[in-house]
Structure formats: C-alpha cells, structure tokens
C-alpha cells in the first residue's frame, strides 16, 4: 500500500484470504463481543485458514495472557496456539526491555497479561512505587482494577519513574455496549502527574514490529473495527487493511474519516475475507459500486440505486473522500447512510 491519499476503496478480483498470506486479526469488535463470537466469525476465519492463510490475532487488550486468549477463541470454535496471539502487553514489554537493565523491577498496573509479558522479557513486575521500579507500565486491567493503582503509577511517575502504557485506545466493545478503554485509565495518571507515556500498542509502530517479528508475514492484511487503531496502524506500517462494520466505527465515522484512517477495503464482517472486492468507479460526476450511485451535492451525499447495502456505503466512501481532497468537508451523510440502514 502506498502512503498517497485514499479517495475510494480498492477492489480485489481475488478473494482476500488468498492475496494475502496473514491476516492480522484485531479481536473485541471483530471477532467477538462480550466473550461471544460475532455473526459469520468461526465460519469466515475456518474457510480462510483451510485455505492456507495463516491467522494471527492482534489485541491491544493488555490483560489476558496469550494462552488465555487462544484458549478462549478455542472455546469459541476458533482452534488457536498462544503463537497465533500477539498482544499490546508483548510489544510494551519488549519496550521496557530495550530501555532498562535486564532483571529491572517494572511496576504493574494491570493485569496477568502484562506480568506474564514482563517475565518473558527477562523483567520482574512488582506492585508497589515504593519497590524500586526502573519503569511503570500501564495496560487494560479490567472492571475490577482498584482505584489506588491508579494513585501508585502516579506517585512513581512523579518521582521520574519512565512510563510506558500498552495501549491508549479510550473505548472498548463489550457485549453491553461500548466501555471505557485503557485511554481513559491512562488519562487519570496523565491529569495527575502531567506526563506523557511511551505507547507500544496500535496504531504505533511498537505494536506493527512486534506483530511482523513474531508471525513473519509477507503480504499481511489487518482487519480491525477501528479506524484509530487498527487502520492507522496499518497505514503507519504500510500494509493493507480490511474494516468489518460490526464494532466501533459506524458509517458516518468511516464517510469522514481522515487519510491516514481510511481502508483499503470495507466489508459488513469477516465474510469479506472470502471474497474478491468490487470495483468502485467512476461514474460521471460521482462513483458507482454494484447497484448504487454516490456523488457529493451542496452540502450533503446523494445516493441513489439499489442491492447490497454495503456497496452503497463504499460507493458513499469515495463521493466523501475525494470532496474531503477538494476542500469539501461537513457533508451531511445522515439521508444517504438511514437509506442503507446505518
């Protein structure tokens, strides 16, 4: 992929589980929700890896182990290694270890997930600002993380203390509804102590060094819920990417997302993986995909046609992007987007 603005999606006359070797699988959003796999998911991810893609599941969710992780998806259906799993406590782990002294004590305000990271660094977590610590790692500790961890990070980080965290992502999916992420953790510590972290994980390169060293792909697809994660990321490490509709990023945020946050490919859910994508073309003065027509008038997107609503919407993309390149910006989407049904 090539780091020049994106004004549409790219088609694909193979299906994408064959040209690409990888697919680097974000997890809540994409693949589950709340502990539940996501409509399509097991069936999608069983015909692409019976077809010789290999299938890597990337997280920035720093609190469950690999070994949990993969256990989990196996539960779901899903048969994973805890070598198919990479996480953003791995990536920030393999930070730390590059700034401090072998055997450092780095305190821990998370969960198992980062502890287990650490060790295998060769790093020994502990608990308290008062033990010494030669860094502070932040990452996702779950609901029932206590608030004075937050008030220990900060009095290490006070005293100077580096501090790395694993993720800033400031929402995470759950099966209820969208929940605070380790960015808002982070942003109490930050509002304390006026300090800034190292960040390992998505969109940062930290997290893209971590996912290539460990899978060893060559033709790798990201496919994630998140524009500022998971498409960014894979813009920033300059491979393709692939946006499934069933996490955090509606229609709307997609039709105004900046360059850096726009997908190579957009699909409903991870069926996309199976199949070609179809050309978006031009089509006089606005852009036809399918059935559908999209072009940008006065202040608003028009749509006009028929069929798979999800061609609409790619159709949608790039009216939206190509006005944004022409100084176009504050389209009113609404009409065009409730006539596809987001």
């Not at 033990?131 to 004075?148: C, I, R, S």
């Not at 929402?171 to 992420?181: D, K, L, V």
């Not at 940062?204 to 033709?219: D, F, S, V």
């Not at 709307?252 to 199949?275: C, E, F, I, K, S």
Request: charged share 20%; glycine share 14%; proline share 6%.
């Amino acid at each position: 992929m090539s780091r020049s603005i994106r004004t549409r999606p790219e088609a694909s006359g193979q299906a994408l589980s064959e040209a690409y070797d990888t697919a680097l699988l974000d997890l809540d959003g994409v693949v589950y929700a709340g502990g539940n796999a996501i409509a399509h998911a097991v069936e999608s991810l069983a015909t692409a890896r019976a077809g010789g893609m290999r299938l890597a599941y990337v997280t920035n969710n720093a609190l469950r182990t690999p070994d949990a992780v993969a256990g989990h998806l196996t539960e779901l259906g899903i048969p994973t290694g805890a070598d198919d799993v990479i996480t953003s406590a791995q990536a920030v782990a393999r930070l730390i270890s590059e700034q401090v002294p072998a055997g450092a004590r780095v305190l821990v305000i998370g969960g198992e997930g980062l502890r287990v990271a650490l060790r295998e660094r060769g790093l020994e977590p502990v608990e308290s600002a008062d033990d010494d610590p030669a860094a502070v790692v932040q990452g996702f500790g779950g609901p029932d993380l206590a608030w004075g961890r937050f008030a220990e990070a900060s009095y290490a980080v006070a005293r100077g203390v580096p501090w790395f965290a694993s993720n800033t992502d400031l929402t995470i999916p759950s099966g209820r509804g969208i929940a605070p992420g380790n960015g808002a953790a982070v942003q109490v510590v930050r509002i304390a102590t006026g300090a800034e972290p190292q960040v390992a994980g998505k969109p940062l390169p930290p997290m893209h060094r971590e996912t290539i060293l460990r899978t060893g792909a060559e033709r790798p697809l990201v496919v994630g819920d998140r524009l500022d994660t998971d498409i960014e990321g894979a813009f920033n490490g300059e491979v393709d990417s692939l946006l499934v509709l069933t996490g955090v990023t509606d229609g709307a945020q997609l039709l105004a997302a900046p360059p850096q946050h726009r997908p190579t490919y957009v699909d409903a859910d991870l069926r996309g993986m199976l199949t070609g994508q179809p050309e978006v073309a031009v089509d006089g003065g606005g852009f036809r995909c399918g059935g559908w027509t999209a072009s940008a008038g006065t202040g608003s997107l028009e749509l006009a046609g028929d069929g798979e609503p999800v061609d609409g919407l790619r159709a949608l993309c790039a009216a939206a992007w190509t006005a944004a390149g022409e100084g176009t910006c504050e389209l009113d989407a609404g009409k065009a987007l409730a006539r596809l049904g987001w």
